[in-house]
């Protein structure tokens, strides 16, 4: 799909939130006149702010879609990836930001030269801040040329050259405030955006009688060819009959198999076909 066939509602929201994100930003240049307006927003951003601020940048595009594809990888056990970057988030916040709020200083290599006093200590902390930031920003401009290049098909370098524009013209122009009130909305609309498809789950999940916590029914309602695009390990819970053509169990397979209850090995290519039920 290229950006002309591209849903217009779909157009119409990427471009409304981009210009919400431009708007607010500018509306924060207006009020950045200092250094301290520029760097910590004069210390004035309240805490419902800055922790909607917070929020926003943990709901970012790397974030969310890493570990949306690692839970899609390995399973539920992925969830403790974020509950670990939350804790660092509050590591952060206790013994980062509370001190160099305490402090007067605006960056971490202001704090660490204020506190050790050495011009060396300043500048190594300064490459760790900076190395930190490069590495972030991959994934962050990975995830936003992957988004646009699925919903408009436009070439992934444009998604990460236009959201690097739109931020480097909010931090450039207000500094931490226009920063502050743009991630504060971005965690509104991300929230919303969550929100509104588990909502909609949940209603299709409740109106099914199945029990609460019961497995899903391993059937098929209709006959079903599956491509085995990876190496997996499928986990057979009873015999079965199905249809193969590729590798199992590392020999060659050709037609109907029967498979036993237990582990099987499928190599990257085999395709698997399901009758109905």
Known sequence: MTASTAPALTVAALVLAALAT???GAYGVRLARTTSDFLVASRSVGPRWNAAAISGEYLSAASFLGVAGLIAKYGADALWYPVGFTAGYLALLLFVAAPLRRSGAYTVPDFAEFRLGSLRLRR????VVVLICAVYLIPQFQGAGLTLHILLGVPD???AVAVGAIVLANVVGGGMRSITLVQAF????????VALPALVLLGHFLADERELGAPAPPVVSERTTVDVTTDVVVR?????QVSITGTLDHRPVDGPLPQTPGPH??????RQEHEAG
């Open 22 to 24: 431009v708007a607010i």
């Open 124 to 127: 190594l902390a300064a490459t």
């Open 157 to 159: 370098w444009v998604g």
């Open 186 to 193: 971005q965690y509104w609309l991300k929230l919303t955006a």
């Open 236 to 240: 057979v819970g009873a015999p079965q």
């Open 265 to 270: 090995d499928q190599a990257a290519g085999p």
